[in-house]
C-alpha cells in the first residue's frame, strides 16, 4: 500500500514538473500590474524558490513594460522558462551562467537585470565588473530591433541631432525618444551655451560592427545606441593609468544635466560602468523599471 502510495506521489511530482504553460500575453488582461501576474504565476513555478520567483516575476514586469508588444507569451515547460517573443523567436530565461565573461558573452534574458542601473549621480568608485546594461540578450535585440543588417535598415529613421543627419531605430521608440532628448537638450542648451560642445561633432549612432575584440554585436549595430563628442574620449581601453587610479574622472568631467536628460528618457549613460565610455547612451527602457513607469 505505501509503496503504491509512494509511486502516485512520484507520478504526481513528475506531472507537475512536465507540465506546460504557454501565457499568451495578446490575448490576457493582466500584463500591468504585478499582483495579477503573481496570482497567475502563483502555482505554476513549483521549480523555482521563492527569491528566484519573486525575481522572475520582476524582471518579467519591467520587460513587458518595455517591450509590451514584442514579447508573444512565456513558455514553462520542463522546469525552464522560455521567453516567446512577436517573431517567435525562443529565448530561454535563466541559463544559469553566473561568471562575469561567459554572462557577458550569454546573457539570458535574467543576466539582463544582474546589476542595477541606478540614475543618481555616482560619487564613490565602482565595484568591479559593475557595467549595469552591459549584458544584453542578443536574440532579443535581433527580435526586436531586426534581425540583420538588411533589417534593422530598414527600421532606421534620419533624425536631426545639433545639425547632423543621425541615423536610429524606429522600433519600441527607440527613435522617439532620442527625439525627446535632443528636444530637451536644445532647451537645455539656450539656458547653458558651454554644453553644446558635447552635442556638435558628436561620434555617430549607427555602426553595425562588433563590439572590440569581441563577436558580439555592438549596441549601435541596432541603431539604439549614440555616442556623443568628447575629446580625449574616456573609454576605459583608453585610459592608461585605469589600473592604477580608479574610474571617478569619467564621471566628473561629464556634465550631469546632459545625462539626466537622456536618463529621463530610457537611456543609460556608458559614464555608469566600471569599464566606463562616457561618450556612450544607449536605449534600454528595461534598466528604468523601479524608477519610472512609461
Ligand atoms: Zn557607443
Known sequence: MIKLLNIFLLCCVVFLYNKSYYFNWNKAYIYRKPQVLYRFFKNKLPFLNKKKKTNFLKELYYLLNSYSTFIRAVDITRGKIYFIMEDYTRILYDNHIHSYREMLAHADIH??????????????????????????????LESVYGHNLQEIKYNLVKINFFG??????????????LKKCRDELKEAVRKDRSLLRYLTNIKGTFNYRCIRHTKRLSAHAFGIAIDLDLSPPYYWKQYKFYKKKNNKISVYVYPDKIVRIFEKNYFIWGGKWYHFDTIHFEYRPEMFYNLTEK
Open 111 to 140: 543576466s539582463i537585470f544582474y546589476q542595477q542601473y541606478f540614475t543618481n549621480k555616482i560619487n564613490i568608485q565602482l565595484p568591479r565588473n559593475y557595467n549595469p546594461g552591459r549584458y544584453r540578450n542578443e536574440k532579443f
Open 164 to 177: 547632423r543627419k543621425v541615423l536610429f531605430n524606429k522600433k519600441n521608440k527607440a527613435a522617439f525618444y
